[in-house]
Structure formats: C-alpha cells, structure tokens
C-alpha cells in the first residue's frame, strides 16, 4: 500500500503544472507579481471582492433591463434608489477600502501572452508567458466599471430625488427628512467618486 501511495505522489509531482495544463485561471497580474508572496495573496483577496461585488452589480442590471422593459427608461434609479443607495454605502462605508486597490487590479491592462521556441523543424519545444500590454485597459473583472456604474446609478438617483423635491424621500413627507437623505446622498457620492479617482491613479506595486 506505501509504494502505491508513493508511486501515486510521484505521478502528481511529475505531472507538468501549467496554468494552461491544468485550467488554473492566471492571468497577467499573477504573472506580474511572480515571486512576490504577499502582493499575490491581496490580489487573490481583490480578486474574490470583485467577483463578490459583480453578482450583486449584475443583479441591478437585470432588474434595470426588467424595468427599462417594463416602464420605459430613466424609471430604474427612482424605482430602485434604496438598493442603489445601500449599495453606494457597501462601497464607502463598508469593511474594504476600496480606495487602496491598483489600478491593474480593478481593471485588465495587459493579457498572457506566449512566446515559443521552436527546433530546427518548427516543432515548438518550448513556450514562456509574458504580458501583451493592452492598447486600452479592458474590464476585466469589471471592479472598477462596477464602481462607475454604481456612482452613475447613485448620481441618476440625486438627480430624480432633486426634480422630484427634497419630501420625496421621506415616508412623512418632510422636507427636512428628504434634505437629511440628500445631503447624505451626496457626501456619498463625492466619497465614491474620491474612490474611483484614487483606484485609477494607483500605479504602485
């Protein structure tokens, strides 16, 4: 039983571990940040909070797409302004500062790509990654479009509540209420922008 339990592990340890081999999903910054340990646990972290907050995002797109559908447009953010507000919340208010994300984290700015070694015959005897910059970031994992599509929706939001009258939001009618929710409103919006502009400059390793 102990030989084939060792003939077992050296089958695995012999088996070749390339991301393309085996699925992994790897991409450009995992190759960026090769040999650097605690660079890539915390994109791994910012990895799984842009997965996190993109379920959530795409579950206001589709209800958006269900009302614009169904009402018309420019009907979404009235209709939805308290899930649109907690959302915005979540982001500023919530347990990640997602102020201290790079900007190569929120975003794709580069791609793998494989250079390949080829024998006297044209057989490929060898490939090494590298990365093939992009001429314009794409989405990505979509965490930084996701911050700007939740501030358009928040600032959509402002919008209505200010031709609508500051009562509006108010289950009583108030004024006072309604320009407490305001001014809340827009001290979150300017903290989301502040965010957004911050992740878009950060550069640094």
Same mark, same amino acid.
């Given at each position: 039983m102990a030989d084939e339990i060792d003939a077992h592990q050296e089958t695995e340890i012999d088996e070749?571990?390339?991301?393309?081999?085996?699925?992994?999903?790897?991409?450009?910054?995992?190759?960026?940040?090769?040999?650097d340990v605690k660079s890539q646990v915390n994109y791994s972290l910012v990895k799984a909070i842009a997965a996190a907050l993109d379920e959530k995002v795409r579950l206001l797109v589709e209800a958006e797409k269900k009302v614009e559908g169904a009402?018309?447009?420019?009907?979404?953010e009235e209709i939805a302004f308290l899930e649109i507000e907690a959302m915005a919340q979540a982001v500023t208010d919530g347990c990640v500062d997602f102020g201290k994300i790079h900007f190569w984290e929120a975003c794709e700015t580069a791609e793998?790509?494989?250079?390949? $070694?080829?024998?006297?015959?044209?057989?490929v005897v060898n490939r090494m990654p590298?990365?093939?910059?992009?001429?314009?970031?794409?989405e990505g994992n979509r965490l930084l479009s996701n911050l700007e599509?939740?501030?358009?929706?928040?600032?959509?939001?402002?919008? $209505?509540?200010?031709?609508?009258?500051?009562?509006?939001?108010s289950p009583y009618?108030?004024?006072?209420d309604g320009q407490h929710a305001y001014d809340g409103r827009a001290k979150c919006l300017s903290e989301i922008d502040s965010i957004i502009e911050r992740v878009k400059g950060n550069f640094d390793l």
């Open positions: 070749p571990a390339s991301a393309e081999t085996q699925g992994v999903e790897f991409d450009y910054v995992d190759l960026m940040l090769d040999g009402e018309g447009p420019d009907v979404f793998i790509a494989w250079e390949e $070694t080829k024998d006297e015959e044209g057989v590298y990365g093939k910059q992009h001429d314009e970031p794409k599509r939740i501030a358009a929706w928040l600032r959509a939001a402002h919008k $209505t509540h200010e031709e609508k009258g500051m009562e509006w939001v009618g108030c004024p006072e």
